[in-house]
């Protein structure tokens, strides 16, 4: 049997009852990243908070240096609120989800660690629970990815257009293995805290594919599994937005494959202005952060 049928669940079943029988004494966080989301984190803070208490131990929301009323909003709603600046304080801030993400583990508990993003619309209080299944119910997952249809994309079906054009064929050339995996860039996943820990993590939209690429080179497939989460609307960006962060995610894929490049990508794309093209030039960071583990213990040393 292929590890797509071994470690694929199209329908998820886990109820809040099955996850708190599973957890066994293992703790569960919930962790938020946000920038500037005050119009839907409140509604992905109230999916969740009706499990604390019983399925999942914390919820936190790592602000990354909101303008707006962000934080405000998310501890309205229940949630611990942490400032991206208070977590590691003695290591400056550096831009981008990965980097947010990586904080995160400082600021939480958990044995086990689930990452939602902040713009989901109308999400389903079945995600932790779906995500959560596979890594208390099976020997060996320690990191499990959820996939879904996109119903505000003009192609609903397929996994985005940076995973579409980018990440699934880097992937089938890199690391073929990988190209069961539906949705490899989503953002709504959870990992033990053991692996978490212990693997680089990429400071921005390459987070996603160099936490998968690393747990497939220290578990293998089997250390992964997949879990079918029906449906996700968020937010759209524009292509030039998706430029950025396919030119980091390809950074951080080459590096973890053996070919690193520059820390800093000079990444260049074009705007029309007053009818000319012209060069629009982004400094693109491509930088890991240490593992934390590695971190902690420098700090208690």
């Known amino acids: 049997m292929s590890w797509f049928h071994r470690r694929t669940w199209q329908e998820p079943g886990w109820s809040g009852a099955d996850i708190l029988a599973a957890k066994r004494g293992r703790t569960v966080s919930v962790v938020l990243p946000a920038l500037d989301e005050e119009e839907t984190v409140a509604a992905v803070v109230a999916s969740v908070r009706p499990l604390l208490g019983g399925v999942v131990d914390e919820l936190v929301v790592v602000d990354s240096g909101s303008t707006d009323a962000t934080a405000e909003v998310a501890a309205a709603a229940g949630?611990?609120?942490v400032r991206r600046e208070?977590?590691?304080?003695?290591?400056?801030?550096?831009?981008?989800?990965?980097?947010?993400?990586?904080?995160?583990?400082?600021?939480?508990?958990g044995d086990v660690v689930v990452f939602l993003d902040s713009d989901l619309v109308d999400p389903d209080p079945a995600f932790v629970p779906s995500l959560l299944g596979p890594l208390l119910t099976e020997e060996g997952v320690h990191l499990v990815k959820g996939f879904y249809r996109r119903p505000l994309r003009l192609e609903s079906t397929g996994g985005g257009r940076v995973t579409e054009l980018l990440a699934r064929p880097v992937l089938s050339a890199l690391r073929p293995a990988l190209g069961e995996l539906v949705q490899p860039l989503g953002g709504e996943y959870a990992g033990t805290r053991e692996f978490l820990?212990?693997?680089?993590?990429?400071?921005?939209?390459?987070?996603?594919?160099?936490?998968l690429l690393d747990a497939e080179d220290r578990y293998g497939l089997d250390g992964l599994a997949q879990v079918n989460l029906g449906v996700r609307k968020h937010r759209n960006r524009s292509l030039l937005q998706l430029g950025v962060m396919a030119r980091q995610i390809l950074g951080t894929a080459l590096a973890r494959c053996g070919m690193p490049s520059a820390e800093a990508a000079r990444f260049t794309q074009f705007v029309q202005v007053s009818g000319e093209w012209v060069p629009d030039v982004t400094e693109v960071p491509v930088t890991d952060r240490p593992p934390m583990r590695d971190v902690l213990a420098a700090r208690q040393g």
Not at 197 to 211: C, D, M, Q, T
């Open 86 to 109: 208070d977590v590691v304080p003695e290591l400056t801030p550096r831009p981008g989800k990965g980097e947010v993400l990586w904080r995160s583990l400082a600021a939480t508990t």
């Open 79 to 81: 949630a611990r609120v």
């Open 197 to 211: 820990e212990s693997v680089p993590f990429a400071g921005g939209y390459g987070v996603e594919i160099g936490l």
